[in-house]
């Protein structure tokens, strides 16, 4: 493994460390989750590039390959300051980030988790409530890399393609509405836009979409980590709900 690197990343999360440093969590698109100590990164003349949700060009430099590192980095996309006036957008930037940073393994390569999520950041722009289904998207695909991927090609108990309606909280695969109909209380509601369907989508939809992979990244992704889904992603999930309502 290299001792130097230097590439785009976006910024998961820092946390302080001695007097002024900091250990910042990155995503990157070679080396997956990726953290590095910022010296200075907790002062006032730093902080601000090291939030997150950021884009950044880093530089991590180590004597050895398993060392924490130095960190380095030159903004690109400041996109926390531009969501702070925006609560659905930064709830929903801090949810991608606490996700990801909580459930992707170190140094290990998520190409795809790392543009998806580089490519919902720059969505903000147009609004969070348009970014919604993007990142619902994105979530089932950080399910999908880690191996817990959801089944939504057809109805697992008919075979069917048509009238995908629900997804069975056990087994992730969909069930369409009418063979459903004895146990649809028990089941997902699986909104229409993940099947790759067009059109608007409501928020009702987005609520629908951010439980439905919210109980498998309960489940599977951190069912058996401390502390479990991070905070920042039920908070998410509150905003949007509240709105509806």
Same mark, same amino acid.
């Given at each position: 493994?290299?001792?130097?690197?230097?590439?785009?990343?976006?910024?998961?999360?820092?946390?302080?460390?001695?007097?002024?440093?900091?250990?910042?969590?990155?995503?990157?698109?070679?080396?997956?989750?990726?953290?590095?100590?910022?010296?200075?990164?907790?002062?006032?003349?730093?902080?601000?590039?090291?939030?997150?949700?950021?884009?950044?060009?880093?530089?991590?430099?180590?004597?050895?390959?398993?060392?924490?590192?130095?960190?380095?980095?030159?903004?690109?996309? %400041?996109? !926390?300051?531009?969501? /702070?006036?925006? $609560?659905?957008? #930064?709830?929903?930037? *801090?949810?991608?980030?606490?996700? =990801? &940073?909580?459930?992707?393994?170190?140094?290990?390569?998520?190409?795809?988790?790392?543009?998806?999520?580089?490519?919902?950041?720059?969505?903000?722009?147009?609004?969070?409530?348009?970014?919604?289904?993007?990142?619902?998207?994105?979530?089932?695909?950080?399910?999908?890399?880690?191996?817990?991927?959801?089944?939504?090609?057809?109805?697992?108990?008919?075979?069917?393609?048509?009238?995908?309606?629900?997804?069975?909280?056990?087994?992730?695969?969909?069930?369409?509405?009418?063979?459903?109909? %004895?146990? !649809?209380?028990?089941? /997902?509601?699986? $909104?229409?836009? #993940?099947?790759?369907? *067009?059109?608007?989508?409501?928020? =009702? &939809?987005?609520?629908?979409?951010?439980?439905?992979?919210?109980?498998?990244?309960?489940?599977?992704?951190?069912?058996?980590?401390?502390?479990?889904?991070?905070?920042?992603?039920?908070?998410?999930?509150?905003?949007?709900?509240?709105?509806?309502?």
């Amino acid at each position: 493994m290299s001792t130097e690197w230097q590439g785009p990343a976006i910024v998961l999360g820092a946390r302080p460390h001695g007097e002024s440093g900091a250990v910042v969590t990155l995503l990157t698109e070679a080396l997956g989750r990726h953290a590095g100590l910022a010296k200075g990164g907790a002062s006032r003349a730093q902080s601000s590039l090291w939030m997150p949700g950021n884009l950044i060009e880093a530089r991590w430099v180590a004597r050895l390959p398993d060392q924490l590192g130095a960190l380095s980095g030159e903004l690109v996309h %400041p996109a !926390a300051a531009l969501a /702070l006036e925006d $609560p659905l957008g #930064l709830a929903l930037l *801090s949810a991608a980030c606490a996700v =990801a &940073e909580g459930s992707l393994p170190e140094r290990e390569p998520h190409p795809r988790c790392f543009h998806g999520l580089v490519a919902l950041v720059a969505r903000l722009g147009e609004g969070a409530a348009a970014a919604l289904p993007d990142y619902v998207r994105w979530e089932a695909e950080l399910l999908t890399e880690l191996g817990y991927g959801l089944d939504l090609a057809r109805c697992a108990l008919t075979g069917s393609i048509e009238d995908l309606a629900f997804v069975s909280p056990r087994s992730g695969r969909a069930v369409s509405a009418g063979a459903a109909e %004895p146990w !649809a209380v028990r089941l /997902l509601p699986l $909104p229409r836009f #993940l099947l790759g369907q *067009s059109g608007p989508v409501s928020l =009702a &939809e987005c609520l629908a979409g951010l439980r439905l992979t919210g109980h498998f990244l309960a489940r599977d992704a951190f069912g058996h980590r401390p502390g479990g889904v991070p905070a920042a992603r039920g908070m998410l999930t509150d905003r949007v709900a509240a709105a509806i309502a």
